[in-house]
């Protein structure tokens, strides 16, 4: 004879404080896309005069053009969604009378989307820049190389 079981477990969303937890890791990860595209702005400012060609230099523009976007338009705007989206959750949490949580839920989902797509083109954009660089990186040894041999 076959048995029966049942789960009392439920696929609930998750609480208000897990969406703060979120919320405060997404603060995290701006800061650290910001830091990062400080770093790439000085790595492209050292290797810059290394990349010579045409398709080079093309790559480096459009990096630059991302650079610039994702910087002083793209992050800005996530950081003031973020900022946002953690008031609205902040005025959830005060103890109330019965609150409607929906509309800060859908924003958070919104911004999670929009959070993790981003991350998805950080990533190729990353890969990009360093394939540019690395370029320029084995271009500056072989002038090296050459340097070393002829004195």
Known sequence: MTSLTTSTQYLLPPGLPE??????????TLALWK?????????????RHELRTRTQIQELNH??????YYAN???PILEVRLATQK?????????????????????????????NSFAKEFACFRDELYALI??????????????????
């Not at 990096?63 to 610039?68: N, V």
Request: proline share 1%.
């Open 73 to 75: 338009e793209l992050i």
């Open 87 to 115: 008031a609205q959750l902040r005025a959830l949490m005060e103890p109330q009378e019965l609150q409607d949580e929906s509309r800060c839920r859908r924003a958070h989902a919104e911004l999670a989307e929009q959070m």
């Open 134 to 151: 690395e370029k320029a990186v084995e271009r500056t040894k072989a002038g090296a190389e050459v340097f070393e041999t002829a004195s």
């Open 35 to 47: 830091e990062e595209l400080d770093f790439f702005t000085r790595l492209i400012l050292k290797y």
């Open 19 to 28: 969406l703060h937890r979120q919320s405060v890791e997404w603060e995290s």
């Open 63 to 68: 990096i630059r053009f991302l650079l610039d």
